[in-house]
T-cell receptor
């Protein structure tokens, strides 16, 4: 199993550009999520999905879009990049248990710089 | 709302014990604990569910006080490999909100020889 994979590992964007961060998992997990982590900060939830076709907003959704057309993939789209979106982005997946989520497996992260 | 962790940082010598606390202002369904080493992704340690179920790591234990909306992570006989930043994440039950895991700001643990 590859687990959770993210591409690209590094990316530099200019202000106003758009791009998609890719996330895929091969564990048949129903739950997937995107977090951003800024220096010295904790993880902040951007968007999450509890199954194919179902997504919801997290704490900091503005400027980001997601969709979940398959169980395996959960791409994150930056609509118009801003310097404030410079961060490390982590994707995670988990299976559900008792109406909650269980152990989250994190991808290796994408380091994004917006100039 | 973000859970609050304390202390912000802990320095230990090998073999010493530590306790990291996590508290929330909202009723909790579950508490997750993760450890992150510098430059790496967070790694799962422990989950505590409302009702007392607990699953996690062999050498690390935790408690969950549902009435006080608090959890504590207990690290005993610390090893150098325990160094890193520890995060608690909390979720509430109901609808799809169980998928909304909110993390604390982290506790930096440093273990010296």
């Amino acid at each position: 199993n590859a687990g959770v994979t993210q591409t690209p590992k590094f990316q530099v964007l200019k202000t106003g550009q758009s791009m998609t961060l890719q996330c895929a998992q091969d564990m048949n997990h129903e739950y997937m999520s995107w977090y951003r982590q800024d220096p010295g900060m904790g993880l902040r939830l951007i968007h999450y999905s509890v199954g194919a076709g179902i997504t919801d907003q997290g704490e900091v959704p503005n400027g980001y879009n997601v969709s979940r057309s398959t169980t395996e993939d959960f791409p994150l789209r930056l609509l118009s990049a801003a310097p404030s979106q410079t961060s490390v982005y982590f994707c995670a997946s988990s299976y559900g248990v008792q109406g909650g989520i269980y152990e989250q497996y994190f991808g290796p992260g994408t380091r994004l710089t917006v100039t | 709302q973000q859970p609050v962790q304390s202390p912000q940082a802990v320095i230990l010598r090998e073999g010493e014990d530590a306790v990291i606390n996590c508290s929330s202002s909202k009723a909790l369904y579950s508490v997750h604990w993760y450890r992150q080493k510098h430059g790496e992704a967070p790694v799962f340690l422990m989950i505590l569910l409302k009702g007392g179920e607990q699953k996690g790591h062999d050498k690390i234990s935790a408690s969950f006080n549902e009435k006080k909306q608090q959890s504590s992570l207990y690290l005993t006989a610390s090893q150098l490999s325990y160094s890193g930043t520890y995060f608690c994440g909390t979720s509430n039950a109901g609808g799809t909100s169980y998928g909304k895991l909110t993390f604390g700001q982290g506790t930096i643990l440093t273990v010296h020889p």
